[in-house]
């Protein structure tokens, strides 16, 4: 990983913390910040698969990365932190659509959250490269990580 990335992610996780340490967040703002955070993550993977995946927008490497990037950033910023016992559907109707076992297996999200962050952190370690193959591959094991979760703990409606 290089040294801005680094400093990237160092100073996500920082601020986060901080944030979270200087008050707590009602189930509605956690909500609220983690529907930003992925919905940022999705337009920048929105992004790189225009580029590398459809070919639909000219492959900018440069443009990939920066991408990659924040994805990883975000994916490495403490999201856990925003998963508060009421901030399921079972609590907060359809203001989410987090199902309530999500709560009931914590292993296996926290086992979800790990395979993801790995999976984003391999995605910008290949965006630096510039190798669209190798791009293409690490988009795709991002994207079967976030399907892995939706499937097991996202609702298909609000």
């Not at 400093?7 to 703002?29: F, G, I, K, M, R």
């Not at 956690?30 to 459809?54: C, H, L, P, T």
């Not at 925003?82 to 309530?100: I, V």
């Amino acid at each position: 990983m290089n040294a801005l990335m680094m400093s990237t992610l160092s100073a996500a996780a920082l601020l986060v913390s901080l944030n979270l340490q200087a008050a707590p967040l009602s189930a509605e703002d956690q909500i609220e910040y983690r529907q930003a955070g992925y919905s940022f993550m999705s337009w920048n993977m929105g992004k790189i698969k225009a580029q590398v995946v459809d070919g639909s927008v000219p492959f900018d490497a440069k443009q990939v990365q920066a991408a990659a990037n924040v994805v990883a950033a975000i994916a490495n910023s403490g999201m856990g932190a925003l998963y508060g016992p009421d901030t399921a559907q079972d609590k907060m109707g359809d203001k989410t659509r987090l199902k309530p076992e999500f709560f009931k297996n914590l292993e296996q999200a926290g086992t979800l959250a790990k395979n993801f962050n790995a999976a984003a952190n391999a995605l910008a370690t290949e965006a630096a490269t510039g190798d669209k193959e190798k791009i293409k591959v690490a988009f795709g094991e991002v994207g079967g990580t976030c399907k892995a979760c939706h499937d097991q703990f996202r609702s298909k409606s609000k």
